[in-house]
């Protein structure tokens, strides 16, 4: 009923539900997840990182837990958001968006090496995400390896898997680096 209130905007009543629900379950995850994720929309950020970690703690498997937990603490504690970022990509590694959001804080921390290591993972693996090959060809032509930024665009234009729009952004992208 809480996730059905918010998804309709009724965030008071979302979130009167959720807590009702968590005095039947303290220990719901899937209850803490969607109040930790109703109470980041609303700002309220410390009362989602106790919701997060509380989901975290009840499903230690729970990979949506682990990641929204990460990007809610990359900005503060960019150290432990990385962690639970990691633990969502090791938990789903088939799901790009995990890997990526990875990649994208351990670049925006310096740790470029294991940014391009994450990527390439995610590059490698099926349905193939737009954004890994962008952000990992970004990555390259600011560190001026232009060799290895073209055939990141060039992998990307030959990917059937991406949308033609997608495949169209990487060949003018690779077309732009004429002469580098």
Known sequence: ???????????????????????????????????????????????????????????????????????LLARDRPAEGIEWCRRAAQLRPDDARYGYTLAFFLNQHGKTAEAVQALNAVIGRNPPSGEAYALLGSIHERAGRWAEARAVYQRAMSNSRLSDQERMQFFARERQMTGR
Do not use: I
Request: aromatic share 2%; glycine share 12%.
């Open 1 to 71: 009923l809480g996730a059905g209130l918010a998804a309709t905007g009724d965030n008071a009543n979302a979130e009167a539900s959720l807590r009702a629900a968590l005095k039947l379950g303290p220990n719901h995850a899937g209850v803490n997840l969607n109040l930790g994720m109703l109470l980041a929309e609303l700002g309220r950020l410390p009362e989602a990182e106790q919701a997060f970690r509380a989901a975290a703690k009840s499903d230690p498997q729970s990979a949506t837990a682990a990641y929204n937990l990460g990007v």
